[in-house]
C-alpha cells in the first residue's frame, strides 16, 4: 500500500478533558490516542503518515518525531480546513488514494481500513466515507442512502428532520479519496455556515452533485467510530478496550479467574495455560510463555518470560526471565536484566543490569546491580554489589557454584571466582580464587563493663 497515504486530524484542544495537553494525547490503556491511530494505520499498510497538529502543537510534534510529518493548523476552522494544511505534503507524495482519519478515535482498526480501501479501489469510488451501525446514533451525521442503497448523503444531527434520525448508520469521520479528487475537492468547499468554518463533510454533497462516484463502506467493528470528549468516556473506553483484550487472551487459553486490576496490552504475546492474576498490569512489548503464574500485584514492561515461571509481585523492565524461575514476592527487575532457568529470586530483591546464571538462588534483601552471576550461585540475605564509586559503574563477576555469605558487599571491579566462598558480614575489595573461602572483617573483640562505665542509653538505671 505504499502508493496510499494517511492525513490524520489531531489539533484539538479537548477543552472538556481539562488537559495542558492535546486532545489526542490522552491515553487509552498507557498509549496516547494518537498512537492506536498511528498503529492501526501502519498495521493496514499505510506508512506514509501525515499529523495535522493544532493546540499545544509542540508537544504533539516532540511525541511524533521521526514516526510522522506533522503540519500545523495554526487557526481551527474546521476539519476542512485542518486537512487543507497538508495539501503541500500531498501534492509533493507519489501518492494514488489519501486515508482521512481523526486522531481521538483510537477504536478505528486496520481491518476496518484495508476493507474499506478494498471496497473503495473494487467499486471505483473518488471518495469512500467509512460508516458504523450503532444503537445510540444520537450527535452523529447520519449516512443516508437512495432506494438502492447507494449513499447520497451525510446529513448532521443539528440539519437532521424526525425520519433522518432514526436513521442507525452513522459518519465516523474517517473516509478514503482519490488524492486528484480530494485535492479539487477541498478547493469547492467554502465556510458559509453559521460557524465559518470548513467542513469535510461537504465535500461529499459536491461530490455528488457534480456525478463524481462515491461510497460509504459500513465497518464490521461498529466501535470504529467510538471517540472520547470527557475522562468519563475516556474511562469507558478504557474499560471497553480492556475487557476486549482479556476476552480475545482468555478465548485463546489463558486463564484469567478474576479480571480486577489486570490491564493487558493489545499487542502482549501470552502462551496457553498461563495464569493471569488480579492487579497485573503486564504494558508493550512483553512476551509471556505457557504455563506461566503473572501477578498477583505484577507490572511487566517490554519483558519477555519464558514458560513454566512464577512471577509474583514482581515490577520488570526491558527484562528477560528464563523457564522455570520463581520470582517474588517483591523483586524489581531493572533494565538489561537476564534471569536464567530455574532461577529463584525472593523478598525484596533488586537486579539491574546484570545476567544471573541457571540455578541461581537469590532469596531476600539482596541487589544484584551490573553482575555477571555464573550457574547454581547462592546469595545469603542482605548482600549487595557495590557497583558505584561516585564517578563510574563497575561490575561483578561470581563464578559458578559460588557462595557469597549474608551481608557481604562485593566491591566492584572484583571477580569471586567458582566454587569460592564469602564469609558473612565480608566486604570483597580483591579477587577471591576458585575454591578460595575469602574473610573479610576483624576479628571480635569484648569489652567487659563497658556499659556500666559509658552509660550510652537514656532514662535507664545502670
Given amino acids: 500500500m505504499n502508493k496510499n497515504c494517511a492525513v490524520i486530524l489531531a489539533g484539538g484542544e479537548g477543552t472538556r478533558m481539562h488537559s495542558q495537553k492535546p486532545k489526542v494525547m490522552a491515553e487509552l490503556l498507557f498509549k496516547p490516542m494518537i498512537d492506536h491511530v498511528l498503529a492501526a494505520a501502519r498495521k493496514a499498510g499505510v506508512d506514509d503518515i501525515c499529523v495535522v497538529t493544532g493546540y499545544q502543537a509542540p508537544i504533539l510534534e516532540a511525541h511524533l518525531a521521526g514516526r510522522a510529518a506533522t503540519v500545523r493548523q495554526t487557526e481551527r476552522l474546521g476539519t476542512g480546513h485542518a486537512v487543507m494544511q497538508a495539501v ?57 442512502r437512495d432506494f438502492n442503497g447507494d449513499f447520497v448523503a451525510i446529513v448532521e444531527e443539528a440539519s437532521a428532520d424526525k425520519e433522518t ?48 462516484r462515491v461510497g460509504a463502506y459500513t465497518a464490521k467493528n461498529a466501535d470504529a467510530v467510538l471517540g472520547a ?21 482468555m478465548l485463546s487459553g489463558v486463564s484469567i479467574p ?36 503473572i501477578g498477583p500485584g ?61 540455578h541461581t538462588s537469590v532469596s531476600h534483601l539482596t541487589y ?41 558487599n562485593l566491591i566492584a571491579p572484583v571477580r569471586v571466582g567458582d566454587r569460592a566462598y564469602t564469609a558473612a558480614g565480608s566486604t570483597i575489595t580483591e579477587e577471591v580464587p576458585d575454591d578460595a573461602l575469602a574473610i573479610a572483617r576483624n576479628r571480635q573483640q569484648n569489652k567487659p563493663g563497658w556499659v556500666i562505665k559509658r552509660k550510652p542509653y537514656r532514662d535507664k538505671k545502670y
Fill in 88 to 144: 503541500d505534503y500531498l501534492r509533493t507524495g507519489d501518492f494514488e488514494n489519501v486515508l482521512i482519519l481523526n486522531g481521538d478515535a483510537p477504536f478505528m482498526d486496520s481491518s476496518t481500513i484495508a476493507e474499506a480501501l478494498a471496497y473503495h479501489e473494487r467499486r471505483g469510488f473518488v471518495q469512500t466515507v467509512i460508516s458504523a451501525r450503532i444503537e445510540e446514533p444520537y450527535g452523529y451525521g447520519r449516512i443516508v
Fill in 165 to 212: 434520525k432514526k436513521i442507525n448508520e452513522i459518519n465516523s469521520g474517517a473516509m478514503w479519496f482519490k488524492k486528484d479528487a480530494l485535492l479539487y475537492l477541498l478547493s469547492r468547499i467554502t465556510n458559509e455556515n453559521s460557524k465559518g468554518e470548513y467542513y469535510l463533510t461537504d465535500t461529499v454533497g459536491i461530490a455528488v452533485n457534480e456525478k463524481m
Fill in 229 to 249: 470528549n470527557t475522562r468519563v468516556q475516556l474511562n469507558e473506553l478504557n474499560e471497553r478496550l480492556r475487557h476486549k483484550i482479556l476476552n480475545r487472551l
Fill in 258 to 293: 478474576c479480571t480486577d486490576g489486570v490491564i493487558i496490552d493489545n499487542d502482549a504475546v501470552i502462551g496457553p495455560d498461563t495464569v493471569i492474576l488480579p492487579g497485573t498490569i503486564i504494558k508493550e512489548g512483553c512476551e509471556i510463555g505457557e504455563n506461566c503464574v
Fill in 298 to 358: 505484577t507490572v511487566l514492561y517490554k519483558t519477555k518470560v519464558a514458560s513454566g515461571s512464577t512471577l509474583n509481585q514482581v515490577q520488570a523492565e526491558e527484562a528477560v526471565v528464563g523457564e522455570n524461575a520463581r520470582l517474588g514476592p517483591f523483586v524489581h527487575l531493572r533494565p538489561n536484566t537476564v534471569i536464567g532457568n530455574s532461577v529463584h529470586c525472593g523478598n525484596f530483591v533488586e537486579v539491574k543490569n546484570s545476567t544471573v546464571g541457571d
Fill in 368 to 408: 544484584v546491580g551490573d553482575s555477571d552471576v555464573g550457574k547454581g550461585v547462592n546469595f545469603g540475605c542482605g548482600v549487595v554489589t557495590v557497583n558505584f564509586n561516585g564517578k563510574t559503574k563497575n561490575r561483578c563477576v561470581i563464578g559458578d557454584d559460588a557462595f557469597i555469605g549474608c551481608n557481604t
